[in-house]
């Protein structure tokens, strides 16, 4: 275990959504647990897959609290496709959202999705687990 | 800026601290009372308790203020009726800044909206005044607010979400169709200077159009750099200086062509929710309006008559006696500030009115209708602290802007304590409580120092730009999420009395379709059919405005009257004085 390289995680916020408060509150927590943070602040999804791409990241996490997660979430998770990036990172959504969006979240192929009152132990125990699960990251001439 | 020979807390404490106080308790009384103390303490209170005597209650957004077991006037021995809490109405307005308070004029039951497209807020608008709301807070969607056009492709997808979209003069038409803006008042939630030049602009030239002469209109702006520089999570900033110049700018603009208006409400609550103590909230407002003072009076403006429209905008959170007496802390430590740091001799100018939202950030998804009572007794603790208006959350906004339905409960919650509580009937109930009072006390002294930290930083300005308070406000938010999840801070159903329930689907408010598409058709003929020269012109001109650092309003207005967009004139400020890149927050 010891020997593992650090996860690195890609940490935005989606689109123009003014509330970054638990999207700092992740990206401290994550980098407290040892993983390597990327926060890159307000970002549409081809910057975020870009940079994501650039980066190598393991996962890539998205804040979004202003109520166009459907919207910008399927963006995302379409171009993702596209791009042939889903299977090899794990994607993870955290925000404001209705319960019952949960279940059309993860069926845009959202690996896990995080509600207000989440703990940042709960997101540290999802990446570990599915990032262990034999994915790979992003940048494919490493994977 | 300067750093200043004095700090306010030790201007403040020169002017005061020479007046001759008059003690409410004589020595002998207060001796007596401290020996029957001391032998009460030793013989009835159990060891266990004389223990833990101080405790520091842990609360959502708290301050960490210690506690006392019990309070009597050894709390506050000189206490001094007349200098410190006076008659309401009356210097220093501890008690409330009106005589009559609620039995004069009710709280204004002022409860947000907006959403989707124009049309949709217009309707929204007219049910909530169907039923009995009596002032409006709009907001906008998030592209409006970060100052983006409805077709830029950074606002794909978002807009008409949490707020209503608006992109030139033409929309706010929508909004406000049929509604007779000179007869009620309406608060244009525009959060920054930089969209409150451009927003308010455009009502004002709406206004116009319709003959309401700008005298007879009847509101507020928020117009706060904090909220533009410090909470606001944005891709592009413009530096705080000239963000700081621009709420200036809106200030003498409006006082001077729109005098009934209120041209800023210095905003902690945003801040608050954001992360921060209740201390620092205020800490960081007053700051914001002191420099604010500061820069106007430099432009000429006598204070008695530049801050007569100041207002604040505060959270009102869990811990019940301290947000009550944080109200009334606040109040009399402005009215202080007026007097003996500016010399406000216009009453006023002291009064610290303010508008209370219930805190957001203190409700949870776990069993949402546990929400209705958190809001109620943060909206009763808003009311007994003395606020001029009221906005209660609704209990669905863990999961989305209000439905109709929670929208309207929230207004039945202020109704319902208006009405129905006898509350209202008696000013400041909560004065002269030997617990309140010293709360206040020291919430008044903390907050005081948090303004003189500040202050040694260069001031508000310059504590934005270093950064300060940016780390500051981070390094709170973390302690309090670590706290929560410890469960250090209790929160029923959430980490304490759980509950195994699944998050109920309640009924959620859901965006209506096709907004974007209408909005982007709109703007589309609305780029062909406008006298695209005259736009180009009026955009130089506010260009050139930025440039000379000259006030911008008089050609924001001129933006607005030829139609440019709410995208054309944020990107002429962009142009004009150039990107800022704020501080980390670690």
Same mark, same amino acid.
């Given at each position: 275990?010891?020997?593992?390289?650090?996860?690195?995680?890609?940490?935005?916020?989606?689109?123009?959504?003014?509330?970054?408060?638990?999207?700092?509150?992740?990206?401290?927590?994550?980098?407290?647990?040892?993983?390597? =943070?990327?926060? $890159? #602040?307000?970002?549409? /999804? !081809?910057?975020?897959?870009?940079?994501?791409?650039?980066? &190598?990241? +393991?996962? @890539?996490?998205?804040?979004?609290?202003?109520?166009?997660?459907?919207?910008?979430?399927?963006?995302?998770?379409?171009?993702?496709?596209?791009?042939?990036?889903?299977?090899?990172? =794990?994607?993870? $959504? #955290?925000?404001?959202? /209705? !319960?019952?969006?949960?279940?059309?979240?993860?069926?845009? &192929?959202? +690996?896990? @999705?995080?509600?207000?009152?989440?703990?940042?132990?709960?997101?540290?125990?999802?990446?570990?687990?599915?990032?262990?699960?034999?994915?790979?990251?992003?940048?494919?001439?490493?994977? | 800026?300067?750093?200043?020979?004095?700090?306010?807390?030790?201007?403040?404490?020169?002017?005061?601290?020479?007046?001759?106080?008059?003690?409410?308790?004589?020595?002998?009384?207060?001796?007596?009372?401290?020996?029957?103390?001391?032998?009460?303490?030793?013989?009835?209170?159990?060891?266990?308790?004389?223990?833990?005597?101080?405790?520091?209650?842990?609360?959502?957004?708290?301050?960490?203020?210690?506690?006392?077991?019990?309070?009597?006037?050894?709390?506050?021995?000189?206490?001094?009726?007349?200098?410190?809490?006076?008659?309401?109405?009356?210097?220093?307005?501890?008690?409330?800044?009106?005589?009559?308070?609620?039995?004069?004029?009710?709280?204004?039951?002022?409860?947000?909206?907006?959403?989707?497209?124009?049309?949709?807020?217009?309707?929204?608008?007219?049910?909530?005044?169907?039923?009995?709301?009596?002032?409006?807070?709009?907001?906008?969607?998030?592209?409006?607010?970060?100052?983006?056009?409805?077709?830029?492709?950074?606002?794909?997808?978002?807009?008409?979400?949490?707020?209503?979209?608006?992109?030139?003069?033409?929309?706010?038409?929508?909004?406000?169709?049929?509604?007779?803006?000179?007869?009620?008042?309406?608060?244009?939630?525009?959060?920054?200077?930089?969209?409150?030049?451009?927003?308010?602009?455009?009502?004002?030239?709406?206004?116009?159009?319709?003959?309401?002469?700008?005298?007879?209109?009847?509101?507020?702006?928020?117009?706060?750099?904090?909220?533009?520089?410090?909470?606001?999570?944005?891709?592009?900033?413009?530096?705080?200086?000239?963000?700081?110049?621009?709420?200036?700018?809106?200030?003498?603009?409006?006082?001077?062509?729109?005098?009934?208006?209120?041209?800023?409400?210095?905003?902690?609550?945003?801040?608050?929710?954001?992360?921060?103590?209740?201390?620092?909230?205020?800490?960081?407002?007053?700051?914001?309006?002191?420099?604010?003072?500061?820069?106007?009076?430099?432009?000429?403006?006598?204070?008695?008559?530049?801050?007569?429209?100041?207002?604040?905008?505060?959270?009102?959170?869990?811990?019940?006696?301290?947000?009550?007496?944080?109200?009334?802390?606040?109040?009399?430590?402005?009215?202080?500030?007026?007097?003996?740091?500016?010399?406000?001799?216009?009453?006023?100018?002291?009064?610290?009115?303010?508008?209370?939202?219930?805190?957001?950030?203190?409700?949870?998804?776990?069993?949402?209708?546990?929400?209705?009572?958190?809001?109620?007794?943060?909206?009763?603790?808003?009311?007994?602290?003395?606020?001029?208006?009221?906005?209660?959350?609704?209990?669905?906004?863990?999961?989305?802007?209000?439905?109709?339905?929670?929208?309207?409960?929230?207004?039945?919650?202020?109704?319902?304590?208006?009405?129905?509580?006898?509350?209202?009937?008696?000013?400041?109930?909560?004065?002269?409580?030997?617990?309140?009072?010293?709360?206040?006390?020291?919430?008044?002294?903390?907050?005081?120092?948090?303004?003189?930290?500040?202050?040694?930083?260069?001031?508000?300005?310059?504590?934005?730009?270093?950064?300060?308070?940016?780390?500051?406000?981070?390094?709170?938010?973390?302690?309090?999420?670590?706290?929560?999840?410890?469960?250090?801070?209790?929160?029923?159903?959430?980490?304490?009395?759980?509950?195994?329930?699944?998050?109920?689907?309640?009924?959620?408010?859901?965006?209506?379709?096709?907004?974007?598409?209408?909005?982007?058709?709109?703007?589309?003929?609305?780029?062909?059919?406008?006298?695209?020269?005259?736009?180009?012109?009026?955009?130089?001109?506010?260009?050139?405005?930025?440039?000379?650092?000259?006030?911008?309003?008089?050609?924001?207005?001129?933006?607005?009257?030829?139609?440019?967009?709410?995208?054309?004139?944020?990107?002429?400020?962009?142009?004009?004085?150039?990107?800022?890149?704020?501080?980390?927050?670690?």
């Amino acid at each position: 275990m010891g020997e593992r390289r650090r996860i690195k995680v890609l940490l935005a916020k989606l689109g123009l959504d003014v509330h970054n408060r638990g999207v700092l509150t992740v990206a401290k927590g994550l980098s407290s647990a040892g993983m390597e =943070v990327v926060y $890159i #602040g307000n970002a549409l /999804p !081809p910057e975020i897959l870009d940079v994501a791409i650039q980066e &190598g990241a +393991d996962v @890539v996490g998205v804040s979004c609290l202003s109520g166009a997660h459907l919207t910008l979430g399927s963006s995302l998770m379409d171009l993702a496709r596209e791009k042939g990036l889903v299977g090899d990172g =794990v994607f993870l $959504i #955290g925000g404001v959202f /209705p !319960p019952q969006d949960v279940g059309k979240l993860r069926d845009l &192929g959202f +690996d896990a @999705v995080f509600l207000p009152g989440t703990t940042v132990e709960e997101i540290v125990r999802t990446i570990d687990s599915l990032v262990g699960k034999g994915t790979a990251s992003l940048n494919q001439e490493e994977g | 800026m300067s750093i200043r020979a004095k700090t306010t807390r030790e201007i403040l404490k020169e002017r005061i601290s020479s007046q001759q106080r008059r003690p409410l308790y004589s020595p002998e009384a207060l001796e007596e009372i401290q020996r029957g103390f001391d032998g009460w303490f030793s013989s009835v209170v159990g060891e266990r308790d004389r223990r833990s005597w101080i405790k520091v209650p842990l609360t959502v957004l708290g301050s960490d203020i210690p506690r006392e077991l019990l309070y009597t006037p050894l709390s506050n021995p000189d206490l001094d009726y007349l200098r410190d809490l006076g008659y309401s109405g009356s210097e220093p307005f501890t008690r409330g800044i009106h005589a009559n308070m609620y039995r004069g004029r009710k709280f204004t039951m002022r409860q947000l909206t907006g959403f989707g497209s124009p049309e949709d807020t217009n309707e929204r608008i007219k049910f909530m005044l169907k039923h009995g709301a009596t002032g409006l807070n709009i907001l906008f969607d998030i592209p409006t607010i970060q100052m983006y056009d409805s077709d830029d492709p950074m606002a794909a997808g978002q807009v008409g979400m949490s707020g209503v979209c608006v992109d030139s003069v033409e929309d706010m038409e929508l909004i406000f169709k049929d509604i007779p803006l000179d007869e009620i008042t309406i608060s244009i939630v525009s959060h920054y200077p930089s969209n409150t030049a451009i927003l308010f602009s455009m009502f004002l030239v709406l206004a116009e159009e319709r003959g309401i002469p700008w005298e007879r209109l009847r509101g507020s702006v928020q117009n706060d750099t904090t909220m533009e520089e410090l909470v606001r999570s944005g891709s592009e900033y413009i530096p705080p200086r000239d963000c700081f110049r621009i709420q200036c700018d809106n200030i003498e603009f409006i006082k001077t062509h729109v005098p009934r208006w209120n041209y800023i409400t210095l905003n902690g609550y945003n801040l608050r929710e954001f992360g921060t103590s209740s201390i620092t909230e205020m800490a960081v407002a007053l700051s914001n309006g002191i420099e604010t003072l500061e820069d106007l009076t430099s432009r000429g403006y006598g204070v008695d008559i530049i801050a007569d429209r100041l207002a604040f905008f505060w959270s009102v959170g869990n811990d019940f006696f301290e947000e009550v007496a944080r109200l009334r802390a606040v109040r009399r430590l402005w009215y202080k500030i007026m007097k003996y740091r500016f010399g406000a001799q216009n009453p006023r100018a002291m009064w610290m009115r303010c508008h209370v939202q219930t805190s957001g950030v203190s409700l949870f998804q776990q069993e949402p209708l546990n929400n209705i009572i958190r809001a109620a007794y943060h909206a009763l603790a808003a009311v007994l602290g003395g606020t001029q208006s009221l906005n209660v959350d609704s209990y669905d906004e863990a999961y989305s802007v209000p439905t109709e339905e929670a929208a309207l409960l929230s207004l039945r919650t202020q109704q319902i304590i208006q009405e129905e509580t006898g509350i209202t009937d008696v000013v400041d109930p909560l004065g002269g409580s030997f617990y309140v009072e010293a709360l206040t006390n020291g919430i008044e002294e903390r907050i005081l120092q948090e303004i003189e930290e500040i202050e040694k930083e260069g001031g508000y300005v310059a504590a934005i730009e270093s950064g300060m308070l940016h780390k500051k406000i981070a390094a709170y938010f973390a302690e309090q999420q670590k706290r929560l999840e410890r469960g250090e801070i209790k929160v029923v159903a959430y980490n304490v009395y759980k509950s195994d329930k699944k998050l109920p689907d309640i009924d959620v408010f859901r965006y209506p379709q096709g907004v974007e598409e209408r909005q982007r058709a709109r703007l589309e003929k609305l780029r062909l059919t406008r006298d695209n020269q005259r736009v180009e012109e009026t955009l130089t001109a506010l260009r050139d405005a930025c440039k000379r650092r000259e006030n911008i309003l008089p050609y924001c207005v001129e933006c607005a009257r030829a139609r440019c967009t709410e995208g054309e004139m944020f990107k002429t400020f962009k142009e004009a004085y150039g990107l800022w890149r704020p501080h980390g927050f670690w």
